[in-house]
């Protein structure tokens, strides 16, 4: 079957286990409102350097944002999810902990570290038949490298040391945690820049996470539905394969927040896969890849 699947600029903020350099006083904000979602997952292996290495295939982190930031307060993040599986030991969460976000050189050069503040994790090594508990106060985890700096989603790049709390003497005084994660949402995440998504919903006004027919020669709308707390204008949008997808009718112009754009339409000209891009005023957009058969 033929689809139309949605590839959302989204982005977010957030790490596990711990955190990254705390920045001197200055303004730091995501642009995103009190309570917004944002959500991570590890991109390979994470591995914390204990008596032994434990290494977890798989690990994601969720929560909210608990205030807006400003300039002289750093974005705190209230962690809801925080897992590692598939790891050569039984690693536990024994609490999630918080975040916060801090600007890195300068206002709006989209780019961060991070802390982490009450984490707690416990790692048993059944070879050595030992527990090793680790926890966070206000500990540096490492860099948070903003979307308009990788030209796609946020990064998080873990390089900490995380003391040990609790468990065996063997476990040594601390232990090193590294890894990486991508932000999954939303996209764009920059600090001190510009955050938020902008979705694209189908015909019946849901968002495009799955299959979807779009037949040639038959017209279809296109609608944006704005997720961010700004204000959106959408000063133009194009098909990159014009021949195969053909944009027409009135552009949307401004979206409110939490509101849609149902103004844009689009044909399937021949057959083939084109992607629908927006484009606005505060450099966040939606991508949309169009299959038409």
């Not at 286990?17 to 994470?46: D, H, K, M, Q």
């Not at 945690?177 to 189908?202: C, F, H, M, Q, R």
Request: negative net charge.
């Amino acid at each position: 079957m033929k689809m139309f699947k949605l590839f959302v600029l989204a982005a977010v903020a957030a790490a596990a286990l711990s955190s990254f350099a705390v920045a001197t006083a200055s303004a730091t904000t995501l642009n995103l409102a009190r309570g917004y979602p944002i959500s991570s997952e590890a991109e390979g292996t994470t591995v914390l350097h204990s008596v032994s290495k434990v290494e977890c295939s798989e690990s994601q982190v969720a929560g909210t944002t608990a205030n807006e930031g400003g300039a002289t307060e750093t974005v705190n993040i209230t962690i809801e999810t925080l897992t590692f599986s598939g790891c050569n030991a039984t690693v536990t969460v024994l609490k999630k902990g918080t975040l916060a976000i801090h600007t890195s050189g300068g206002s709006a050069n989209n780019n961060g570290t991070l802390t982490s503040t009450g984490a707690e994790v416990t790692a048993y090594i059944s070879a050595l038949g030992i527990d090793c508990i680790y926890s966070t106060n206000n500990t540096d985890l490492g860099t948070v490298t903003g979307s308009e700096t990788t030209g796609s989603s946020a990064t998080l790049d873990i390089n900490a040391s995380i003391p040990r709390t609790g468990g065996s003497f063997f476990c040594g005084s601390a232990a090193e945690w590294t890894g990486a994660y991508k932000v999954t949402a939303p996209n764009p995440l920059n600090v001190d820049g510009n955050s938020g998504e902008i979705v694209g919903l189908d015909d019946a006004g849901l968002q495009i996470v799955n299959f979807y027919t779009r037949t040639v020669g038959k017209k279809y709308t296109m609608k944006w539905f704005n997720n961010t707390p700004n204000k959106i204008t959408i000063n133009n949008d194009e098909s990159t394969k014009p021949t195969i997808v053909k944009t027409e009718g009135k552009q949307c112009g401004e979206i409110a927040a939490g509101k849609t754009c149902e103004t844009r339409e689009y044909t399937c000209a021949e057959k083939g896969e084109s992607v629908l891009i927006n484009y606005e005023n505060v450099k966040i957009r939606g991508i949309a890849v169009v299959e038409c058969d």
